[in-house]
């Protein structure tokens, strides 16, 4: 079966530090890739996502995320962050064959002011 | 507006209540899910649904049932709640093409079982 893991689980970093959350799945079929995050008290709202092509892709707020076939990886990055950006990042893969979409645990990050 | 709809937001019940927790969508999305989120795992699928009478079970099925009688709702039933099930439970929905698989999820329904 899918596995999705996020090896952070908890990310504290000052405002204006970069973010880099590590991604890695273990099928080696064809997927799709997302980021979702998720705000204190609110629900899972996409961030980026990745179906083709260049495996740069760039979200929404300033978020990016590369994928590496190669690693497996899909890891999420933002050169900058502020404090607005506390919430939990979970990194999910969906199996083209399937369709069946496998979440990782999540990564709770903290941005101190 | 797209909405995915759950009711309700909060609850708190004793072991061996029967509960449903709704979900609708507005979007005519084939495929619909429940998860459960707990601390440090995730998201965690419970059922999921390719169409309407299509169901089918997730990663941790055991104690939920599900329907699926119209394509926009998705009700997740708890015949005898126990304390294990005490969760954040999100229903979500997508469109089933290959090359789309962004769910859109609800605001989330907590739930303590006493």
């Known amino acids: 079966a899918q596995s999705v893991s996020q090896h952070n689980h908890h990310v504290i970093l000052s405002e204006a530090a970069s973010l880099e959350l590590g991604c890695n799945y273990s099928y080696g079929g064809t997927v799709n890739l997302f980021w979702y995050v998720q705000y204190p008290g609110q629900h899972l709202q996409l961030l980026l996502k990745?179906?083709?092509?260049?495996?740069l892709v760039k979200g929404i707020k300033g978020f990016e995320a590369e994928f590496i076939k190669s690693k497996f990886s899909f890891n999420l990055r933002k050169p900058s962050v502020q404090w607005s950006d506390t919430a939990e990042y979970f990194c999910?893969?969906?199996?083209?064959?399937?369709?069946?979409?496998?979440f990782g645990g999540g990564t709770r990050l903290m941005v101190k002011p | 507006e797209a909405q995915v709809t759950q009711n309700p937001r909060y609850l708190i019940t004793v072991t061996g209540k029967k509960l449903t927790v709704t979900c609708s969508q507005n979007m005519n999305h084939e495929y619909m899910s429940w998860y459960r989120q707990d601390p440090g795992l995730g998201l965690r699928q419970i059922y999921y649904s390719m169409n309407v009478e299509v169901t089918d079970k997730g990663d941790v099925p055991e104690g939920y049932k599900v329907s699926r009688k119209e394509k926009r709702n998705f009700p997740l039933i708890l015949e005898s709640p126990s304390p294990n099930q005490t969760s954040l439970y999100f229903c979500?929905?997508?469109?089933?093409?290959?090359?789309?698989?962004?769910?859109?999820f609800g605001e989330g329904s907590r739930l303590t079982v006493l």
């Open positions: 990745y179906f083709s092509g260049d495996p």
């Open positions: 979500a929905s997508h469109d089933t093409g290959l090359n789309t698989g962004e769910l859109f």
């Open positions: 999910a893969v969906n199996e083209q064959v399937t369709r069946m979409l496998t």
